[in-house]
């Protein structure tokens, strides 16, 4: 029932921008964390950020002063805007609640490939 569809990735030239979005149904998207993680082929999956229904936000540092992650509960959408874009930030990124994470349940994501 709960459905989360990332969109907006694509292929940017190092020091680029992106805005990826999350658009989530089949929930009370107001009462939830969101979180955005990124996966690369043979590695393991990485919390990027989070964003609690108040407002607060965290970053992990290999994105801090870079991304910026909002949420606009009215349109139940999630937002990652990524600046200053690095080769090493190429990877699938997903969205994704407290729940989904513990059950291992993850949609599609959207591929950033940050290239010259």
Not at 26 to 44: A, D, N, T
């Amino acid at each position: 029932q709960v459905q989360l569809v990332e969109s907006g990735g694509g292929l940017v030239q190092p020091g680029g921008s992106l805005r990826l979005s999350c658009a989530a149904s089949g929930i009370i998207f107001s009462s939830y964390l969101m979180g955005w993680f990124r996966q690369v082929p043979g590695k393991q999956r990485e919390l990027v950020t989070t964003v609690t229904n108040g407002g607060s936000t965290w970053y992990a540092d290999s994105v801090k002063g870079r991304f910026i992650i909002s949420r606009d509960n009215a349109k139940n959408t999630v937002y990652l805007q990524m600046n200053s874009l690095r080769p090493e930030d190429t990877a699938v990124y997903y969205c994704n609640i407290p729940a989904g994470v513990k059950e291992n349940r993850w949609g599609q994501g959207t591929q950033v490939t940050v290239s010259s």
